[in-house]
């Protein structure tokens, strides 16, 4: 936000000064471009290298506007088309990246090739006099402006929430702490025991625990058979009931 406010500040600046010595005031432009470029690189992103690379180019850039006073007009002129040719095919392969993730991407690709048409234009023959090359130097800046308030408003939207949003409120915090309890309760509560009531004309049948006809862990389904079928035969002879004869001789 800081550096958007500078560049808006930049791009008014240039339209305003009378082009004394073209040298003089890019220099400085480019240096600030290169400061930029080396607070991103200090930011910690994937693209560090990148960023400091163009810092250092850019610094270098700098330090050769500064010595301009005894180089020729073309030649200044020539430097801040380099830097903008530079900046503008970075922001249009950053832009076309980033095409999927960034929902505005297409406007750091239109900035960019503003950057880099302008570039064009400063390092041609047809920027012939100090106030063409001033106009551009404005240009820069209400680009660049652009560019660096929508990255930080960009920044600022996909930041990571707060901590105290992630906190659950106390009712909901309190009801999955009590549903937890009550599933753990009925997960460790012994098993209900099956109770037949006595059929008319026997006995009254002795309670059988649940899981009795389920065999026992690691018995094959012949032997679990076998098991449900002697354990049926005693529950019907205990109360009472006999199989028919025929069926025994069978």
Same mark, same amino acid.
């Given at each position: 936000m800081v550096a958007g406010a500078v560049w808006l500040a930049i791009g008014w600046t240039m339209l305003r000064?009378?082009?004394?010595?073209?040298?003089?005031?890019?220099?400085?432009?480019?240096?600030?471009?290169?400061?930029?470029?080396?607070?991103?690189?200090?930011?910690?992103?994937?693209?560090?290298?990148?960023?400091?690379?163009?810092?250092?180019?850019?610094?270098?850039?700098?330090?050769?506007?500064?010595?301009?006073p005894f180089w020729s007009f073309m030649t200044?002129?020539?430097?801040?088309?380099?830097?903008?040719?530079?900046?503008?095919?970075? #922001?249009?392969?950053?832009?076309?990246?980033?095409?999927?993730?960034?929902?505005v991407w297409s406007l750091l690709v239109v900035v960019g090739v503003l950057e880099t048409g302008?570039?064009?234009?400063?390092?041609?023959?047809?920027?012939?006099?100090?106030?063409?090359v001033m106009v551009v130097l404005g240009a820069l800046g209400v680009l660049r402006a652009v560019a660096e308030l929508v990255t930080a408003l960009r920044l600022r939207e996909v930041a990571g929430p707060r901590r105290d949003v992630l906190?659950?409120? *106390?009712?909901? #915090?309190?009801?999955?702490?009590?549903?937890?309890?009550?599933?753990? #309760?009925?997960? #460790?509560?012994?098993?209900?025991?099956?109770?037949?009531? *006595?059929?008319?004309?026997?006995?009254?049948?002795?309670?059988?625990?649940?899981?009795?006809?389920?065999?026992?862990s690691g018995e094959g389904f012949p032997d679990r058979m076998v098991r449900t079928t002697a354990d049926l035969d005693a529950i019907l002879v205990e109360a009472g009931v006999s199989r028919p004869e025929s069926e025994g001789s069978e």
């Open positions: 000064l009378d082009p004394v010595s073209v040298a003089a005031v890019a220099g400085p432009v480019v240096l600030f471009g290169a400061l930029c470029e080396l607070v991103r690189a200090l930011a910690g992103t994937r693209m560090w290298w990148l960023n400091a690379g163009l810092a250092a180019l850019f610094t270098v850039t700098a330090g050769l506007l500064a010595t301009l200044a002129a020539a430097l801040v088309g380099w830097y903008l040719m530079v900046r503008g095919v970075l #922001d249009i392969a950053v832009g076309v990246m980033t095409r999927g993730s960034d929902r302008l570039g064009f234009f400063a390092a041609s023959p047809f920027a012939r006099s100090a106030r063409l906190r659950w409120p *106390a009712e909901p #915090d309190a009801a999955s702490r009590g549903y937890a309890a009550g599933v753990s #309760d009925v997960e #460790d509560a012994p098993r209900p025991v099956a109770r037949h009531r *006595a059929r008319p004309g026997g006995s009254a049948v002795t309670a059988v625990p649940v899981g009795v006809f389920g065999g026992r």
